[in-house]
Structure formats: C-alpha cells, structure tokens
C-alpha cells in the first residue's frame, strides 16, 4: 500500500548547519518543512566526524539567538573580542577591536553547533527531519514538488531548497554551472592546548608558505587554554607537515607563533582541506532554491563561507515569509528572483574578497609582502577604512534582513 503523503511547504534536502538553521527559521515563522539528510545525525556528531569549529559573526550569532540557540553561544562559544593580524612576526600589526559589548563574533566547535542545531530542530513542531534518508526520485512540476524517499515516504512541497553543500546533486541534476578553481592550498585544521591564555584574540599571520589562523576557544574544565588552528600551506607541503606527528607539529606552530601562546600542544587528530572556490551561476530553477555552500564557496582565510550561509537562510526566511504572507505559492518564481537579487552581490563581493586575499598573501615576493605590509599599515591608520572592515567581518554591513538584527520577519 502507498505511504501517505506528508505535505510540506518546503522541502530542505541537506541537514548541515546551513539546512536545519534554514528549517529552524522556517519554522519558526509557521511555515511547514521536511528535512531530508543523508548522513546519520547521531554519526554527525561524533568527534572525528567535523572536528573543525567556526567563527560566527555577530550578525549569524543574532539570528541564533532569535532562533532559540542562546544556549549554545553562552555556554560553548568563545566570543572574539579582538583581531590581530600581521605579516608573519613583524612587529607591525593590524589591530580591529569590539567596541561594545557584542563581540567580532563567537568560535563555536562545529560539533556543538550541530547538536544544538539537530536538538531545536527536533523540539520544532513546524519541522520534520528524515535522516539518515535519501531521495529516491525528485520531480519538480509546474504546480509542485514531489519527492519519495528510500524508505518509500512520499513527500509535496511548495518548493525544494538544496542545503546539499559543495558537491550539491540537486544543483547538478538542474544543469546549475558553477564558475570553480582550486587553489594551490590545504588547510591543516586542529584544536591545540597552550599554556598561556589567548585573551580573546583571534590572530591571522600571514606566511610565505601561507595564513596560519589561531582562533580562540573556551578553556576546558580544567582550566586549560585552547584556540582552533587553521594553517593554509602548499598543496606539496602538507603531506611532510603531517608526517612530523603530533609533537613535530606542535614544535612548527609554536614557532610561527613566536612563543605567543607559549608552549603549545596538539588537542584534536589534523585534519586536511583542500580548498577551492566555486558560486552557481544562478541560485534558482524550477521550484529550487540553492542556499550554503550548494550556491557558493571561498576560501577559508576570512572565516566567512557557513555566515555566508546563514545570511543566505535568513534572507530566504524573510522572502519566503513575506511572499506566502502575500498570498504567494512558495515555489513561485518571483520569490526566488527576489532572494537571488538580495544574496549576490554580498556572496559575490564576500567571494571576491577573500579570493584577492588568499591570493594577495600567497604571494612570497619580498616586494610584494613589503606592500602588504604597507597596506595592513595604512588600514590601520585609517579609522573608517578599520571600520569598514570590522563590519564585514560582524556581517553587519549593508542591507539586512530581520533574522540578522536579531529579529523575528
Ligand atoms: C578548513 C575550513 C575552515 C572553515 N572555517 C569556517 C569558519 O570559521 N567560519 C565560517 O563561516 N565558515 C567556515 N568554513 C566554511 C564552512 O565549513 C561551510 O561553508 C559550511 O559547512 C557550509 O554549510 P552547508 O550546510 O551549506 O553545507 P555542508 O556543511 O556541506 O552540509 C551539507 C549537508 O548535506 C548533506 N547532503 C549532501 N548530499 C545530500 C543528499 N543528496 N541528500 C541528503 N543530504 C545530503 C550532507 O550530509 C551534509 O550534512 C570553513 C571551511 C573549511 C574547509
């Protein structure tokens, strides 16, 4: 016999943190959604699955607070107070600072992020999860979407969002081009324990051989200091750095850091990433909707691509809310016009920065790191410039929508 239909208003394919903060604020609004995620949530969770943590901006922070995660930034995150940034050890530094009580943003590990993402979601009454599960079929006619999954489950929705990250077989299968390179570069990304406290401060220095980032993190029970490391170095490189083991590696950052944090030791197995850039050519099809990483991604350097993300989630939240409100269909495409106009420009500009970025400071030539220099210099020396960048990097510049000034559509 048939499976019931379970009738949505939309239909998320993609769990990651993109996917359930996009049905968290659907939800929240009263709009009915189904979650379809591949991977096992419980296996998501364990430690070797992501042992990576990210920088929330303070404009991703206010949406999760307006979406009930309060708990998870006070109780596991690490607010940034401070950025420094420097050309290797040069004594010349870049220095952006919180003026206020809200910090630049707050280090979340991506482990938390993602139970205390699968717990709202679980709790919303307005959200279905399906996981693990995938998608058997996935028809997008003129009036509907209709899907079945593996275990038989029939499903209609308005419209389908594909939260299906980089590799996105949903933007694949609409014939979506992306524009894509990759870059010489693999990031080597740990959590390491040092014996002298970050004090809040997020550093960025900056290598021939590439950025080395030491992002801070809660201390442990016991007191000990942590920060997230992200060291971008050559393709050809990280292979020999991943030989030296745990103390051969421990022995190089601390030496890149000049004894800073004192003496460091690592906390986390090394993990490596290659990296590369890609954005869709266009965000939308027939009732399909690209969010996250399935839209775009960058490099690394700025910590920007999941805020990129969550800004595309709370801009599609406030279209789609105020369409249906309107009397819209939510696979209509007027809807997905606006939202694409309101998301690319920032992803391209966000893109583009940090593309020129990681390509300005993979430059070894003297001269060149003479400019930069000069350049981290002058930015410094110049308060609105400062601030510019400083907004950027709260992801409080430009045209928000309601779920980033902390507000419900
Ligand atoms: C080294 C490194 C460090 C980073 N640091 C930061 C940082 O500090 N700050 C920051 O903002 N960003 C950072 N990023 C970027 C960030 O990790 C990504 O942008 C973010 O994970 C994208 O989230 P997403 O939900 O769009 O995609 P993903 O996290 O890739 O999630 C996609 C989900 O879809 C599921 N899925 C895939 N295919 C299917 C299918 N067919 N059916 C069902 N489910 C499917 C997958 O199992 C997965 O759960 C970093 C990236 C790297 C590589």
Partial sequence: ???????ADVL???GGPVGLALALALGAHELSVVVVEKADPEAQLAPHYDGRASAIASASARMLRALGLAGLLDGFGCPIR?????EGLHPDVLHFAAHDDEPLGIMVENRDLRA????????????RLCAPATLRRLD????????ELDDGTQIAAGVVVAADGRRSALREAAGIRIARWRYPTTALVSIVGHARPHGHVALEL???????AM???NDQADGGHRS???WSVPQAMAPGLLKLGARGLAVELRRHLGGRLGRVELAAPVSAWPLGFHHAERYHDRRLILVGDAAHGIHPIAGQGLNLGFRDAAALTQVLVEGVRAGLDPGDPAIARRYEAWRRADNSLTAFATDALARLFGISLRPIARVRRLGLGLVERLPPAKRLFASIARGTAGDLPALLKGELV
Avoid: K, Q
């Fill in 1 to 7: 016999m048939p499976m019931p239909v379970v009738h």
């Fill in 12 to 14: 998320i394919v993609g």
């Fill in 82 to 86: 401070s950025i420094e940034v420097a």
């Fill in 116 to 127: 205390a993402l699968l717990a709202a979601v679980r709790s919303s009454p307005a959200v």
């Fill in 140 to 147: 997008r006619h003129a009036a509907r979407v209709e899907a």
């Fill in 206 to 212: 900056f290598y021939p051989s590439g950025p080395l």
């Fill in 215 to 217: 992002l801070p993190l």
């Fill in 228 to 230: 997230a490391v992200v």
